[in-house]
């Protein structure tokens, strides 16, 4: 079968699933598509409930958007980076986001790091001036992202001089959660949110068959082939990509998942890994973290911590996934892939 025949039903990166919808399934609730632009992607959400619920939808992931932006000079984050003490209380969401962000970093022991901003800033990465900065200037950067000096007890939050927080590697992850927690909240039974390719899957689709999410294939340009679909309900489904966010200079590519020991773009052998978990910030911040740490130690980080499951393409085009997907996971005909098993 050739790739592009095989979208059909199929929810991926930048494509909302046009053929899923068969009529007559028993539905009680209307239909109900959106899609907007925030937090720099396309949003993509369908489900099942009224037009309202929809709409709060948007106004979640808005209202986060407003919170964690690093260039608006009214958002929360802006005030955070801007501080002029070092002690700042946040706002329940805030916290919450960072709170469980760290979690992930003491885990994977600063893979996933919330205070690498100066290091994304000096690559141009959060402008458009992308340019490989010079190795006196990591230097010297370097010490101000030490996750370690960063200390929260409930909503305070205490920062060193000097550092700056980024939420970009788990934003979308947890407005997916606060969107999941909403849609549990009234009910609804069928629902698929995606989030520029982080999806968050409710219930089933409209026929009743679990939600089915294209893996994308990392070298296909244009962004809607993919190498394999999993099966999934009630989940985040999280992909971290260095075909995401790049420039080339003098023939070599740079991305934009930074390895925090070296300021340098993470080069592992990894080009995605896609985590699947209940958490959606889990999944995106593991998703980060993973690519940064590489196939073997991540692998070892699921046998060691599991409750999640993984998917990881590998530059020489192979990909491995873990033995909890054997069943739903069907790598694309053709696809050199390998289980990870305990
Ligand atoms: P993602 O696409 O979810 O992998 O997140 C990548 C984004 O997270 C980047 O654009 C940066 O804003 C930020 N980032 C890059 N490297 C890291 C890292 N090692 N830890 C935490 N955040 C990072
Ligand atoms: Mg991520």
Not at 38 to 54: F, N, P, R, W
Not at 166 to 193: M, N, P, V, W
Not at 217 to 231: K, N, S
Not at 258 to 268: C, V
Request: charged residues 20%; glycine residues 8%; contains cysteine.
């Amino acid at each position: 079968m050739k790739k592009n025949h095989m979208h059909r039903g199929i929810v991926l990166a930048g494509m909302i699933s046009l053929f899923l919808f068969v009529s007559g399934c028993g539905f009680m609730q209307a239909y109900q598509e959106i899609q907007f632009f925030a937090m720099d992607t396309l949003m993509q959400v369908e489900l099942s409930g009224k037009k309202s619920d929809i709409e709060q939808i948007r106004k979640i992931v808005e209202d986060l958007e407003d919170d964690v932006s690093v260039t608006d000079v009214q958002s929360e984050l802006y005030q955070i980076n801007h501080r002029t003490v070092s002690a700042i209380e946040l706002s329940k969401p805030i916290a919450r986001l960072l709170n469980e962000e760290l979690a992930i970093t003491e885990t994977t022991n600063g893979a996933l790091n919330p205070a690498l901003y100066p290091i994304s800033c000096a690559w141009g990465f959060t402008t458009d001036h992308k340019r490989v900065p010079s190795a006196e200037e990591l230097a010297a950067l370097l010490p101000k992202t030490d996750w370690r000096q960063i200390q929260l007890s409930n909503q305070n939050l205490t920062l060193p001089d000097g550092m700056e927080l980024d939420f970009g590697a788990t934003a979308k992850g947890f407005a997916s959660d606060l969107c999941a927690d909403y849609l549990r909240e009234q009910g609804i039974k069928h629902a698929l949110l995606n989030f520029g390719g982080n999806t968050y899957t409710i219930g089933t689709n409209k026929k009743g068959e679990y939600w089915k999410i294209g893996i994308r294939d990392p070298w296909d340009e244009t962004a809607q082939g993919m190498i394999g679909v999993l099966e999934s309900t009630n989940e985040a489904v999280i992909t971290s990509g260095s075909y995401e966010r790049y420039f080339e200079q003098d023939g070599v590519r740079y991305h934009h998942i930074m390895d925090g020991t070296t300021g340098l773009p993470a080069r592992t052998g990894l080009v995605s890994v896609t985590i699947v978990c209940e958490s959606g910030v889990k999944a995106d911040g593991l998703s980060t973290a993973l690519f940064v740490m590489g196939l073997d130690q991540a692998s070892n980080y699921w046998r060691q911590y599991k409750g999640f499951e993984a998917i990881f393409v590998t530059e020489d085009g192979k990909q491995y996934y873990t033995e909890g997907l054997e069943n739903r996971y069907h790598p694309t005909q053709g696809q050199k892939a390998e289980v990870i098993r305990l």
